[in-house]
């Protein structure tokens, strides 16, 4: 990192550190998944907090592939860029994405993760749905499996048709507010190794299994989150 990001990276660490004083988290690492060294994180997408709480339960700086059009707004373009570490990925633009994903694999060279929501929007529920490919094809271009997070309990925010739910910065910031102290849970599962990595990169049936595969977990993990965890002892466990 140098020392032009170091310190555009100061408002996202101090506003995270601010927010984590009020969040009540807990990871449990079902997989014995986290450590260091580069990963891919897989989450279910509920609200447009989802990488503020990620990351901060996680306790480790990811960098999130998001929808372009996030970007559109200054706001919307600061919030993404500075607040949650986001990179813009454009649907239906293949060539546009060339230098996003580029830069994604080159910060997995360097050790660091990338989030990923493959469901590609907010989604209350999980349900049997078409995932996005990014995931998987940075898996397979990179060799690096990825990490399964089930993300349990978090305040679902604004619906989408009223004044704030309608605008994505909004129904973000409305999200933050409304997880205050609640207690939320980060379900961690078994790691995702790509069959054939490198070569099969552009392999339609290398990305459908592995996309299987994330759906499979992440339905896994919900219905663990679903038993009811938080405040139990459980096997790599921590609070937050």
Not at 194 to 207: E, K, V
């Amino acid at each position: 990192m140098n020392i032009l990001d170091r310190i555009l990276h100061v408002p996202k660490q101090i506003f995270l550190g601010f927010y984590g004083l009020f969040l009540r988290v807990r990871v449990f690492d079902h997989g014995k998944s986290l450590g260091a060294g580069p990963a891919i994180f897989v989450f279910n997408h509920t609200t447009g907090s989802d990488p503020i709480v990620a990351q901060i339960a996680l306790r480790r700086r990811i960098f999130f592939m998001a929808d372009g059009r996030h970007f559109s707004t200054a706001f919307g373009n600061f919030f993404m860029t500075r607040i949650t570490d986001s990179i813009p990925v454009f649907k239906e633009k293949g060539a546009r994405n060339i230098p996003s994903f580029k830069g994604m694999l080159e910060l997995l060279r360097k050790g660091q993760a990338i989030g990923v929501f493959p469901e590609g929007e907010l989604r209350k529920r999980l349900s049997t749905i078409e995932l996005a490919d990014g995931a998987a094809y940075l898996s397979l271009r990179s060799g690096i499996p990825l990490t399964p997070v089930y993300i349990h309990n978090i305040a679902p925010g604004p619906h989408p048709d009223s004044l704030l739910g309608r605008s994505d910065s909004w129904e973000a910031l409305a999200s933050i507010v409304a997880n205050v102290f609640r207690k939320i849970e980060l379900h961690v599962g078994d790691p995702i190794f790509p069959d054939h990595p490198h070569p099969s990169a552009r392999d339609r049936r290398a990305i459908e299994l592995i996309n299987k595969k994330i759906l499979s977990e992440l339905d896994r993990l919900s219905e663990i989150a679903r038993q009811g965890s938080f405040g139990r002892t459980n096997d790599g466990d921590r609070g937050s």
